[in-house]
């Protein structure tokens, strides 16, 4: 994303691309659930995505903290605005969308409009592609949010509201009271970090770098991801909901998640050489989330064949997520090389 680049926080796009790879690409070995060998790679999978349930919080604190420094004071910034932001991220996802789902109707022959139509507004159309439909909810809702946060009692509303759209989940996924409420798309269900990133970006983040905060944030990081390990097991063994034990919606994963964040916030300020690598990914995130799922599947279909390592799910997780990032970060650069940049940042979202 072409705008100021702070190493900071390109180390931390890094490190939740490469989490959200790794999500996508645990969901490839849960099929080990049905092997009567294979249960303690299942439940290390289960243990495995609580930790790696930060990457979405992470990107929408990050949308939030930036934007923040984008005040929309009259209609005409807003309409400015959005224009911009929208066309960012609704131009490459289009791209790929298409193209997703013109080789699914080459491969089917099966041309149902109302599906792609579907597809398109949910963003169904690739594994992952929701959080783009997410974060132009929330970019529509900024400037009520930009509001809310000049009175005091900002923070605590967006909390409630937060907390209350969780509970309505827990009684539907849990309880199956309210019927089957999605998770991933509506903003609500997220909006608690990008209300996060809004208010520390306009305020800085100097309350979270004092000293003292070391004797808080790792306890705080440990407990919350214990009882996000806790929480995952209860929800799979006694409630046999395995897409909720893995979600990253769900309050244990929230509190690990803000933990997170904190944790960013206290050691930016005390470390001034960000490994190199990692800050490349992360200027690399967006097109990385974009194309990532295309490569996956390859290496999946790979690997999965290699029974050895198939069957050592901690190490065929560790290759396959090395190998997907590092093909795209090539394709990546090779692209930027070979086209226009305009091209690649409007079009391709590289």
């Not at 930036?66 to 932001?85: C, E, N, V």
């Not at 790979?302 to 997520?321: D, G, S």
Request: proline share 4%.
């Amino acid at each position: 994303m072409q705008r100021e680049r702070d190493p900071s926080f390109d180390a931390f796009r890094g490190l939740a691309i490469i989490a959200v790879v790794a999500i996508h690409t645990s969901d490839t070995g849960f099929p080990w659930r049905y092997s009567a060998t294979g249960e303690w790679n299942f439940f290390f999978l289960v243990a495995y995505r609580q930790l790696l349930n930060f990457a979405v919080p992470a990107f929408i604190f990050i949308s939030g903290y930036w934007l923040s420094m984008k005040p929309i004071k009259s209609l005409k910034d807003y309409k400015t605005f959005l224009a911009r932001r929208l066309s960012r991220i609704f131009i490459p996802y289009l791209f790929w969308s298409f193209i997703l789902l013109g080789y699914a109707v080459v491969k089917t022959h099966d041309i149902n409009v109302y599906r792609i139509i579907f597809k398109l507004l949910t963003g169904g159309a690739g594994r992952g592609y929701f959080f783009i439909i997410l974060i132009a909810q929330l970019y529509v809702i900024t400037p009520l949010l930009q509001y809310i946060n000049r009175k005091p009692y900002a923070l605590i509303l967006v909390l409630i509201l937060n907390i209350i759209s969780l509970l309505a989940l827990y009684l539907s996924r849990v309880y199956n009271i309210i019927g089957h409420l999605p998770a991933a798309l509506p903003f609500y269900s997220w909006i608690i970090f990008y209300e996060i990133g809004l208010l520390i970006g306009s305020c800085g983040d100097k309350t979270f770098v004092a000293k003292n905060m070391r004797f808080f944030i790792l306890p705080a990081l440990l407990v919350s991801l214990l009882a996000s390990e806790l929480e995952g097991m209860i929800l799979l063994l006694k409630y046999d909901s395995l897409s909720f034990a893995a979600s990253a919606v769900k309050y244990s994963s929230f509190l690990y998640s803000v933990s997170i964040i904190l944790g960013f916030l206290f050691i930016r300020e005390r470390i001034r050489y960000w490994p190199k690598s990692l800050v490349l990914i992360g200027s690399y995130s967006f097109g990385i989330y974009l194309i990532h799922f295309f490569i996956l599947d390859k290496v999946v279909s790979t690997f999965q064949k290699i029974n050895i390592v198939y069957a050592l799910q901690p190490l065929y997780q560790f290759i396959v997520v090395l190998i997907t990032i590092s093909i795209c970060f090539v394709l990546i650069r090779i692209t930027r090389k070979l086209l226009p940049k305009t091209f690649c940042y409007k079009i391709l979202g590289f």
